[in-house]
């Protein structure tokens, strides 16, 4: 009895540690490769806290983040702008963990990719020839790396996109992986 309740203890304080607490390197520890991009570029609001030290993830420096995961490029790259990247940890979640919730949502990985799957794009609005634009029910990013106008999705308001800001949706479309369609 008092080995289930010790257990049981146990885990509820692990829940309760802090984001990277339980790597020993502190509630908000940023490996030296990614430290400097992750404090110059507002890291905590558009990757969270951390939740790994460095580690190697498909034989690249990493770390993962509570919304993502950085990855060291410089060891096969030349171009500075492509030595940071972000890992796409939503494709990983999809293939890896389909049963897994969306942030906290009701809807799982594996719905989120059906929802994005091609034949759930719609056409942009009227007049739009490029960017994004706010529309009834979040903002809409057409499927475009350049975002031209082409068929796209509505991403929901609760993420928080600001359309008078287009290089923050771009780079918040990119992080995205898979941009979610409509839910309207």
Do not use: C
């Not at 502190?26 to 580690?55: E, T």
């Not at 009227?126 to 475009?144: K, L, Q």
Request: cysteine-free.
């Amino acid at each position: 009895m008092k080995r289930s309740l010790l257990g049981g203890w146990l885990a509820i304080l692990l829940a309760l540690w802090p984001a990277g607490a339980a790597h020993g390197l502190g509630a908000n520890y940023v490996a030296p490769p990614f430290r400097q991009y992750y404090r110059q570029h507002d890291g905590l609001r558009v990757l969270g806290p951390s939740l790994s030290g460095l580690r190697s993830v498909n034989g690249l420096p990493a770390q993962y983040f509570e919304k993502g995961r950085f990855e060291d490029h410089r060891g096969e790259v030349a171009d500075p702008a492509w030595w940071l990247m972000y890992g796409r940890l939503t494709a990983e979640l999809i293939e890896q963990a389909p049963a897994y919730p969306v942030n906290g949502t009701a809807m799982t990985y594996a719905e989120l990719a059906e929802q994005a799957s091609p034949e759930h794009r719609i056409p942009p609005p009227a007049g739009f020839t490029s960017g994004t634009s706010a529309v009834v029910g979040g903002v809409f990013i057409p499927f475009d790396a350049h975002l031209s106008a082409a068929p796209g999705y509505v991403v929901p308001a609760m993420f928080g996109l600001n359309t008078a800001r287009p290089d923050r949706v771009l780079r918040t479309s990119v992080r995205l992986n898979l941009v979610l369609p409509s839910l309207v």
